[in-house]
Every structure is written in structure tokens, then in C-alpha cells.
């Protein structure tokens, strides 16, 4: 079965140090990877993806993604973080095969909290 | 662009109680979604719909109906609400299979008493 874990429900990150937000996937085949950021009250917005080339993604506001084949991780990075990124990250991965192809497969999310 | 719309932001319905979440997108994208978000719980794909006149079941389906009539719209329809879906729901949608990156709208807040 296709999967994406967040190993941690909270990362806690002093403002200006590099942050680091994990995520783990299992799927068979090449995956499609996504991080998403979502503010308080509002929707998920699209942060960057993978899919296939570097495995160094630099997407949105700063932020980067490193893909790991042998690990089966896709993290997210920043490398100094900024209080106004606290906020609930969600990484996913692309179904493959099957009647629901193309759909997208959530972890739980991790919140991040960036302290001045 | 608007993106992904969603009418109404908060509504408080009681227990039996029908009503349709609306959704809308101006992006010409293929694929539509409905999720619900529950604290601590990620996201749970309810419906989606890969073109017009076609939808198929999620994870958590039911209490819920879909409809498709045009590329634009997909409305979610709750019948007889209950405590249970309290929630708030989210509608995303996406180009292809190829560009699954999907866009969300800002969210329904739905509370059932």
C-alpha cells in the first residue's frame, strides 16, 4: 500500500536557525512528492514538488526539499527560519496505478512553531 | 484567476439537517477533490471527480453525495447531517495525472448540533 509518514507531530525552531521538517513515503514505482503549508484558517497552499531530475527542489518562500531515494525521504528545509513560518506542513505523495491515479495521499502534518 | 472557491466559509446546521457545499474553480483543471480536516487528523479525501459527468469515492464517502455537471463545478451535497461531520472541508483540484499538484480553496467551517 502507498504511504507518506511525518514522524513528528511538532518541530520547534529558533528564529534564524535551519529548520528541518521529515517526511517518509512508501510507494511502488517512481513517486511524485509534495509538500504543502497551511496558516490558521486557511487552505493548503502548494510549496514545491518532485518529481523526477536533482533531488535538491527549491519551491516557495524560501524553502527546499530533499529527495533520498535509498532513504525514501522527501524533508523539507529552510535554512533559516523566519517566524512568520510557523504554520501545519503536509507532505504527499501521488497514487500510482489503480482507479484513483493521479490522487494524493496526505501525512498527518507536523506543526511547526519558529520562536523569536 | 480566483483559483478554488468555496461559499459558505462557516455554517452551523442541526442534527438532520441538509445542505450543499459549494466549490468552483477557474483553472480549467480536470480533477476535483473534497476532503474533510479534522484536528490531528490530516486529510481525508471524501469525493473526487476526474472530469465532468464522473465522480468516484474516497476514503470516507459516506453521509455525503457528489455531483459534476461542468468542469468549473463540483458541490457537495450532506444529507441528514450529523454530529459526526462536523469538520472543516476543504475542495482542491488539479490539472492531470501528469500535473497532480492540487490547489485548495480556503475551506467550509461545518458545525452540527
Known amino acids: 500500500a502507498q504511504s507518506v509518514a511525518q514522524p513528528e507531530d511538532q518541530v520547534n525552531v529558533a528564529e534564524g536557525n535551519p529548520l528541518t521538517v521529515k517526511c517518509t513515503y512508501s510507494?511502488?514505482?517512481?513517486?511524485?512528492l509534495f509538500w504543502y503549508v497551511q496558516y490558521p484558517n486557511r487552505g493548503l497552499q502548494f510549496l514545491l514538488k518532485?518529481?523526477?531530475?536533482?533531488?535538491l527542489v527549491k519551491g516557495s518562500y524560501g524553502f527546499e526539499a530533499e529527495f533520498n531515494k535509498s532513504q525514501t525521504s522527501f524533508h523539507l528545509k529552510k535554512p533559516s527560519a523566519l517566524v512568520s513560518d510557523s504554520a501545519l506542513y503536509f507532505c504527499?505523495?501521488?497514487?500510482?496505478?489503480?482507479?484513483?491515479?493521479?490522487?494524493?495521499?496526505f501525512g498527518k502534518g507536523t506543526k511547526l512553531s519558529v520562536k523569536p | 484567476n480566483a483559483g478554488v472557491t468555496q461559499t459558505p466559509k462557516f455554517r452551523i446546521l442541526k442534527i438532520g439537517q441538509s445542505m450543499t457545499l459549494q466549490c468552483a474553480q477557474d483553472m480549467n483543471h480536470n480533477y476535483m477533490y473534497w476532503y474533510r480536516q479534522d484536528p490531528g487528523m490530516g486529510l481525508k479525501l471524501i469525493y473526487y471527480s476526474v472530469g465532468a459527468g464522473i465522480t468516484d469515492k474516497g476514503e470516507v464517502p459516506n453521509g455525503y453525495n457528489v455531483s459534476r455537471s461542468t468542469t468549473e463545478d463540483f458541490p457537495l451535497r450532506l444529507e441528514l447531517a450529523a454530529p459526526s461531520q462536523t469538520s472543516v472541508y476543504f475542495c482542491a483540484s488539479s490539472y492531470s495525472v501528469g500535473r497532480p499538484e492540487q490547489y485548495f480553496g480556503p475551506g467550509t467551517r461545518l458545525t452540527v448540533t
Open positions: 510507494v511502488s514505482g517512481n513517486p511524485y
Open positions: 504527499a505523495v501521488r497514487v500510482i496505478g489503480g482507479g484513483s491515479q493521479g490522487n494524493l495521499i
Open positions: 518532485y518529481i523526477t531530475g536533482d533531488n
